[in-house]
């Protein structure tokens, strides 16, 4: 029996689509990575922007899904602080 796609499988054929989702879902990453370092890191948002000399609502923006400025100096601050490492790699894209 075939399955039908899903409407998110349909739109995900679209690689206008498909460019534009894999961003935002980058995005979404990233600022849940940082959330999750800080957490296990036992740090609040304002201890965080304290050891990395921002604002508590900065902080805020990173961890936000559609914070779109970061850079490699920003986050390995926000890994060091973390007592972390930034580990930064490319992954060969699945076959469509």
């Given at each position: 029996m075939k399955k039908d796609k899903t409407?998110?499988?349909?739109?995900?054929?679209?690689k206008e689509f498909r460019d534009k989702f894999n961003e935002e879902?980058?995005?979404v990453c990233i600022g849940?990575?940082?959330?999750?370092?800080?957490?296990?890191?036992?740090?609040?948002?304002?201890?965080l922007a304290k050891r990395i000399n921002t604002t508590k609502?900065?902080?805020s923006r990173y961890e936000s899904d559609?914070?779109?400025?970061?850079?490699?100096?920003?986050?390995?601050?926000?890994?060091?602080?973390?007592?972390s490492d930034l580990i930064i790699d490319f992954v060969p894209k699945k076959s469509s």
């Open positions: 409407y998110f499988e349909k739109l995900m054929q679209n879902y980058q995005n849940e990575r940082i959330a999750r370092a800080r957490y296990k890191a036992n740090l609040t948002q304002a201890d609502s900065a902080i559609n914070y779109q400025g970061y850079s490699i100096k920003l986050l390995n601050r926000i890994a060091k602080a973390c007592d």
